[in-house]
């Protein structure tokens, strides 16, 4: 999965934490950097903050939606946000900072190969 913040601080403390849970999980710190990665790398789940300069996380997302569609996505922001939001076909789920980590891990274990077993 990638996880993606501008702050980098928190990208890679979010990926090591999900590395510790068994989980494949790369840190970048752009949306043009995850584009990039997603390239080589085909995740499987996005986790992108809302709030980022040059390509924000819904513009992010949409982008994933069309080169990506098997890439679950979730974003997260600190700002007040719905839980829910739809772009036409699109339903996104929407974690609060401080991230509730049992939530996300709910989220994670229905989202990801790793969930039932298969590789990424």
Not at 75 to 92: C, F, Q, V, Y
Request: with cysteine; charged share 25%; proline share 8%.
């Amino acid at each position: 999965m990638l996880v993606v913040d501008d702050y980098p601080n928190v990208a890679d403390s979010l990926a090591n934490v999900l590395r510790e849970k068994e989980y494949t999980a790369i840190p970048v710190h752009s949306g043009e950097e995850a584009m990039r990665v997603a390239e080589r790398f085909m995740p499987h789940v996005l986790i992108a903050d809302v709030m980022m300069p040059e390509v924000n996380g819904v513009e992010l997302v949409c982008t994933f939606a069309e080169n990506f569609p098997t890439c679950r996505a979730v974003l997260m922001t600190a700002k007040h946000w719905p839980e829910e939001l739809s772009i036409g076909e699109l339903r996104l789920t929407i974690f609060h900072k401080p991230l509730d980590l049992e939530q996300l891990f709910e989220f994670l274990s229905s989202a990801t190969p790793e969930a039932d077993g298969s590789p990424l």
